[in-house]
Structures are given as structure tokens and as C-alpha cells.
């Protein structure tokens, strides 16, 4: 199986005078390669009318964060790309588009394999998916989901990130990436209990944020925010399995610079990885 750098260019793989694979990987110059780190995307791309200069705006977020893989929700309309500029995933060589309501798009510099897209079997008034695929990297293979799951009930809710759980469960290496449309602010409200906490349980890791101290506040309606802080809930995260670390995490807060008057809705959230 090929070995891939974060640009996908092929390494070689390293073996020992018993044809064994080494534990290092090495570059094609015979180098090792330490740092296994990975930088992921989340973001949910609606929009507001007023906002302006949209694409000028996305294409900034995607320039100046530069993931490795980003994993969109409601990213376009009639299966064009909207509201982000194409021009800045000119780099992003491999991308997978879900035409479902909820418009699911994964972007990779890395090449995608296995990929399914696939409904939720538990479903409310409007349909909601999934998208599953395989990323083989330093000789990981890494699972990754990206979702947006429902809004409208709590019951089809808790359900479809159940099956969430059961998938990622039978991945050795699991990222998720998605719009929960979690009310969760605290490690107390149902919204964590019925997302959450099956994963923390578990051992996976939360990029927003940690089980010990709530959850960062990332969505609102409201025209008056101005930082996130000022924002009334939280939706979007970033899932790792245990044996992937967040190192850091980064609220894009561009969007603030273009509001002009106008409501905002998601803002970027953007984890750096490193695979144990």
C-alpha cells in the first residue's frame, strides 16, 4: 500500500534486511520523518445575503489556515460549488461532493479512498447523510467522517450520531468532522449526554472543546456578535479517536470582518493533529 506525505506525494517505505517495515517512516532522500501531524478543517459554509464579498471571504479562511483536509457542510446549492471561491481549493486535489440536503463537501490534499455517501437510517422531515473514506498516510489508515446532522428532532438526532459512534468504532484511526447542532454549553445538558459524552467515554478527543471545561461558543443569529465568546451555540467539532491528539485549536474569526450589519452563522473551526 502506498505511504502519502500531507501533499500527496509518495514516500518510500523502509525496511530492514528481513524485508520488515521499519517503525520510521523515511522520505524518497532517505530521511526520517518524525512529526505525523495533520491540520483539519470544519466549517459549515451558509450564508447570509448582506455578507459581502463571500468568496473574496472563504477563499482568505481557506488561504490563510491551509488544512490539509477540510470537511464542509451546506457547502453549495443546485451541486455547484456556491459560496466558496473554487479558486482556493485549487490545492486540494481530491474532492467528493454529497448532493444530499445538506450538502456535504470533503476537500484532501491527500488522496481518498472507500469513499461512501450514505443517508442516516434515522430521519426526520429532511434527509440527512454522511460521508465516509479512507486517507492512508505514514502508514495509517485513517477514517474519515464528515456530517450535518438533524436539527429538527432530538430523538432522530441522538440516533444518527449513534451511528456516528458504531463507525467509528470499527476504524483503528477515526476523525469527524461536522455540524452537530448541538445546544451543548456544559458537560450537564442533554445535548452532551446524547453527542458527546458516548465519545468521551470512549476515549476520543473534542476540539470544541474539552469535556472537563463545556464547550467554545460557535453560532449564533444575532447581528450584534463580535468574537466568539458572544456567540450562543455551539455546533461544529472536530472528533478524534484516541490515538489521534489535538494539539491546538483555531476559531476562524474572519467572518467578523465582513459582516456589515448582517447575522453570522458558522464560523471555521480548525484542529492541528498529531497521529499516534
Known amino acids: 500500500m502506498p505511504i502519502y506525505d500531507f501533499e500527496g506525494n509518495t514516500l518510500s517505505s523502509a525496511l530492514d534486511i528481513q524485508g520488515n517495515m521499519?517503525?520510521?517512516v523515511y522520505d524518497v532522500y532517505g530521511n526520517p520523518i518524525l512529526a505525523k501531524t495533520l491540520k483539519v478543517m470544519t466549517y459549515n459554509t451558509q450564508w447570509f445575503n448582506g455578507i459581502n464579498s463571500q468568496q473574496a471571504m472563504q477563499e482568505l479562511i481557506i488561504n490563510n489556515n491551509n488544512p490539509?483536509?477540510?470537511?464542509?457542510?451546506?457547502f453549495s446549492r443546485n451541486g455547484q460549488i456556491g459560496n466558496v471561491a473554487e479558486t482556493a481549493l485549487l490545492n486540494y486535489r481530491y474532492r467528493q461532493m454529497s448532493n444530499h440536503?445538506?450538502?456535504l463537501f470533503m476537500a484532501s490534499k491527500l488522496p481518498l479512498s472507500n469513499i461512501e455517501i450514505a443517508d442516516f437510517v434515522h430521519q426526520s422531515g429532511e434527509t440527512r447523510a454522511y460521508m465516509k473514506c479512507e486517507i492512508n498516510v505514514y502508514g495509517k489508515n485513517i477514517?474519515?467522517?464528515n456530517t450535518h446532522i438533524d436539527y429538527i428532532s432530538n430523538v432522530n438526532q441522538y440516533a444518527q450520531m449513534q451511528e456516528i459512534f458504531e463507525m467509528a468504532e470499527q476504524a483503528e484511526y477515526c476523525i469527524i468532522t461536522g455540524d452537530f447542532n448541538s445546544d451543548a454549553l456544559s458537560t450537564s445538558d442533554s445535548d452532551y449526554i446524547n453527542l458527546y459524552k458516548p465519545f468521551v467515554d470512549a476515549g476520543y478527543n473534542l476540539a470544541n472543546s474539552t469535556a472537563e471545561r463545556g464547550f467554545t461558543k460557535t453560532w449564533t443569529d444575532s447581528a450584534t456578535?463580535?468574537?466568539?465568546?458572544?456567540?450562543?451555540t455551539?455546533?461544529?467539532?472536530?472528533?478524534?479517536?484516541?490515538?489521534?491528539?489535538i494539539d491546538s485549536v483555531v476559531f476562524d474569526t474572519t467572518k467578523f470582518s465582513y459582516l456589515n450589519g448582517q447575522p453570522i452563522d458558522h464560523i471555521p473551526i480548525i484542529a492541528n493533529l498529531t497521529i499516534n
Open 101 to 103: 440536503y445538506n450538502y
Open 225 to 232: 456578535a463580535t468574537s466568539p465568546s458572544e456567540m450562543t
Open 234 to 245: 455551539a455546533t461544529d467539532n472536530i472528533i478524534t479517536s484516541e490515538n489521534i491528539t
Open 68 to 74: 490539509h483536509i477540510i470537511g464542509f457542510q451546506e
Open 22 to 24: 521499519l517503525s520510521n
Open 143 to 145: 477514517t474519515w467522517i
